[in-house]
Structures are given as structure tokens and as C-alpha cells.
């Protein structure tokens, strides 16, 4: 079955860094565009960045961009998400996703707080 580990969050003071990894299995995990999002209690789930299967394209939320990088790694089975620069309002559980035969799948989310 289709599982997604995440890991990397913690708490960081402003204009830290942090990476965040998620680990798959149960699919075939270069066939499949990964993505990254975050909630915070009371709001909806929010995309931050996504990736393609190899790796070639990316997009980011316009409140991450030029301070977040996802990459993956397809011989580990790993999706990253660089975060530099962070800030307050980044806090959030950040969650990783695939869509697979139409069906969204999520870990259990690490928690980023970014707090002085």
C-alpha cells in the first residue's frame, strides 16, 4: 500500500533553514508528480510546491518562491522541500502528497514552527 513518511520538521528562529524528506513506497514512485502542502488549525490545506516525475519541472505557492526548493530523488524514493529564509507565518504541518489512480494520499505531516 501506498505510504508517505515525512520527516525534518522542528523548531527554527527566523531566517533559518529546514529540510524536510519524505519517504515512499507501495508505488512506483518516478512515475508520479509529488507535492508538498501545509495546514495550520482553522485553514484549509494549502499546496506549497510541487514536483514532476523526473524531476524536471516545479512550482511553488507565491509566498514560498525564491525562499523554498523541492527536489526528489528517485533512486531513494525521496522528495525534499529546502526551506531558507523562513518566517513566522510559515508555521504549519507540512504534509507530503500523491495522487495515485486518482486517489490522494498523505502522510501524518511533521510539524515547522518558526518562532524566536
Known amino acids: 500500500q501506498v505510504q508517505l513518511v515525512e520527516s525534518g520538521g522542528g523548531l527554527v528562529q527566523p531566517g533559518g533553514s529546514l529540510r524536510l524528506s519524505c519517504a515512499a513506497s507501495g508505488f512506483t514512485f518516478s512515475s508520479y508528480r509529488m507535492t508538498w502542502y501545509r495546514q495550520v488549525p482553522g485553514k484549509e490545506r494549502e499546496l506549497v510546491a510541487g514536483i514532476s516525475n523526473l524531476g524536471i519541472r516545479t512550482n511553488y505557492a507565491d509566498s514560498v518562491k525564491g525562499r523554498f526548493t523541492i527536489s526528489r530523488d528517485n533512486a531513494k524514493n525521496t522528495v525534499y522541500l529546502q526551506m531558507n529564509s523562513l518566517k513566522p507565518e510559515d508555521t504549519a504541518v507540512y504534509y507530503c502528497?500523491?495522487?495515485?489512480?486518482?486517489?490522494?494520499?498523505w502522510g501524518q505531516g511533521t510539524q515547522v514552527t518558526v518562532s524566536s
Open positions: 502528497n500523491v495522487r495515485y489512480i486518482q486517489n490522494d494520499y
